[in-house]
């Protein structure tokens, strides 16, 4: 079960955020002496004499006749207010919470508005009832109360009749103990604590890019205000959220659930365009939310293309080490929602690319060339498209960061590079590669022994590390393992070509990588680069690929070594692969494929990570 939700409500500038600050002990909401600073609804976990719960700041609330009148006034002068999404907001965390402090101001002393939100809070609660869902606990935090006497000033509130009234100074802190202990007996028992211990991931970008969009569209609720107008959401929103994917396990396709934290964040502008007071605080809240993420998912507005404000926010991401990745949102802008459709029905899962998304993609890795590891994702928040897969690829890029390569391999993968590449000379001396080993993780670290390490160009270092990438890459997120067929089969798309540099040549020899796994007796490689796909076939034992390749895929070879080549994009193929293993289920010449004597072994690899030290 989730953690008790706490609300702060009450009408505009009575001291919300200061008391939600004061609790939560760092500066989380911004606060400003404007009334309607706080637009969205800002939480974070407490915790009091051993109870934890989740408490939530919200806007201000205000009378649908004072809304009104604000809107008028906003449209008049051309600019735009957001007094009814505020209180949306503020309305849906009543629904939701356990206990409500309805906070108010012990200077000001009761008045006609905050009257009018405790029939909201009335009203809302009635209709809680009517759907057999649990009322909340009312207390009146009396704020401001460092200039009154223990009493002064708050006796008046109790003419609410929504319960206790508790003096209190979020600047001072003053009576703050004494709401936490009424807030702690009035949660709600038998909610045990979830401890934190997701994966946290944040959202980030220029303004209006369309984070508050993307971020609705994975959450599944409008939680956050979205608006065109740059700069709406302020603070760093954290929601817990559990999902869903499908994989492929021993018996079949699985149903896998995971918990992550999802950070919203505010637009970062260009450094001398950042206004001072709130918009400064929102943009260093970004930055901090970033530092405390596991995953930083960069996005950019297809339409303006990767700009200068784009390259800084990713440096910053590389600065932190972070795992990222990078989505490329509003494509809906640039291809039609049919032919979107049509690809997301055919080629779902294999990172198919179209022209324009190819060529987009060169932009990326082009403006973007010091960070080659982040995947990029082409989505669009409006549609739902491909947005499916942000957490996914969030996760992968995470592992990756614990995941170990054995010194074998990673040898294996030093030596096939330097047979395709020879280290370049310098001064009629010659590098030499004695060993390779990793030796850390969080980020990855590796050493590899040299005969002189001056002897290392930054360009043969960068081609190691795209070596490493790739085949990590390949091996961990393009390979599937046919238990049923003892077969392994890797897809390779052009997405995968353009981010890892990868030449003609550079993919010989991965088709054998599969064939070290326990068990298979067949592997096989698609890669997408030409017009047509490029196969290669590889087998162990009384396996005819030789065969395989001529009746199925156009090309022939070796008994166990074989290529060809076929029409139709990487899903197509690797279904026609499928159903080629299906149909020669009997075919004398692979039935070892069908021996289920071996225990089953898939081997992760690591996508290691990029670090300025080497």
């Known amino acids: 079960m989730s953690k008790a939700l706490v609300a702060l409500v009450g009408r505009p500038n009575v001291g919300k955020s200061t008391l939600f600050n004061r609790i939560v002990g760092e500066r989380m909401s911004v606060v400003d002496d404007r009334p309607g600073t706080t637009r969205d609804r800002i939480q974070a976990s407490v915790e009091w004499n051993g109870v934890g719960f989740t408490l939530v700041d919200t806007g201000g609330i205000e009378p649908l006749e004072t809304l009104r009148n604000k809107e008028k006034k906003a449209m008049a002068e051309g600019s735009q207010d957001f007094v009814f999404e505020i209180r949306e907001q503020a309305e849906m965390a009543i629904a939701e919470a356990d206990v409500l402090v309805f906070t108010t101001d012990a200077q000001v002393g009761l008045t006609g508005a905050d009257s009018a939100v405790a029939e909201i809070i009335r009203k809302l609660m009635g209709q809680r009832q009517t759907i057999g869902k649990s009322v909340p606990t009312v ?68 303004p209006n890019v369309g984070k508050s969009s993307m971020f609705n569209r994975l959450i599944g609720e409008p939680r956050v205000i979205v608006s065109p107008v740059a700069g709406t959401t302020r603070d760093a929103i954290d929601t817990l959220i559990e999902f869903k994917e499908t994989v492929r396990g021993v018996d079949g396709d699985e149903e896998v659930h995971h918990k992550v934290t999802l950070i919203d964040t505010a637009g970062i502008r260009k450094r001398g365009t950042i206004e001072p007071g709130v918009e400064k605080y929102s943009v260093l809240r970004a930055f901090k939310a970033m530092e405390r993420a596991d995953v930083v998912v960069l996005l950019l507005d297809v339409k303006d293309g990767i700009i200068a404000q784009d390259e800084h926010i990713a440096g910053y991401i590389q600065d932190e080490n972070k795992s990222a990745i990078v989505c490329v949102n509003k494509w809906d802008e640039v291809e039609s929602p049919e032919k979107i459709d049509r690809i997301a029905k055919h080629v779902e899962g294999y990172g198919y690319l179209t022209q324009k998304m190819a060529e987009f993609l060169q932009v990326v890795q082009g403006r973007l060339n010091f960070m080659p590891y982040m995947p990029t994702l082409f989505t669009s928040a409006k549609l739902g498209f491909r947005t499916e897969q942000v957490f996914p690829t969030a996760l992968r890029a995470f592992e990756s960061r614990s995941m170990r390569i054995p010194n074998s391999d990673v040898n294996r993968i030093l030596r096939e590079a330097m047979e395709k590449h020879a280290p370049p000379s310098k001064g009629g001396r010659f590098l030499k590669f004695y060993f390779g080993s990793q030796v850390g993780v969080n980020p990855p670290h590796f050493v590899f022994q040299v005969n002189d390490p001056k002897l290392v160009h930054f360009s043969y270092k960068r081609f190691l590390e795209n070596r490493l990438r790739f085949i990590g890459h390949v ?140």
Request: aromatic residues 10%; neutral net charge; without cysteine.
């Open 139 to 206: 207390i009146v935090a009396a704020s401001k109360a460092e200039a009154q006497g223990p009493k002064t000033g708050s006796m008046e509130f109790y003419a609410l009749g929504l319960g206790e009234v508790l003096p209190t100074s979020g600047i001072h802190g003053d009576g703050v103990g004494d709401l936490l202990d009424a807030i702690v007996n009035a949660i709600p028992k038998n909610e045990p604590d979830v401890p934190d211990e997701t994966v946290k991931i944040a959202l980030v970008g220029r």
């Open 475 to 614: 091996l961990t997120n393009r390979m599937e393992v046919l238990y049923e067929y003892n077969t392994a089969i890797i897809a390779v798309t052009k997405a995968d070509l353009l981010r890892y540099d990868i030449k003609t040549g550079d993919t010989e020899g991965l088709v054998n990588y599969p064939l070290t796994i326990q068990g298979i007796k067949m592997a096989a490689i698609v890669i997408d680069r030409d017009e047509e796909r490029k196969w290669s076939f590889r087998s162990k034992g009384n396996v005819d690929v030789n065969t395989f390749a001529r009746k199925y895929f156009n090309g022939g070879g070796h008994f166990n070594a074989s290529g060809g080549r076929m029409p139709g994009n990487p899903a197509k193929n690797v279904e026609l692969f499928k159903q080629a293993l299906k149909e020669n289920q009997n075919f004398v010449s692979i039935k070892l494929l069908f021996d289920w004597s071996w225990f089953p072994v898939i081997i992760f690899w690591l996508k290691p990570h990029n670090t300025r030290e080497g």
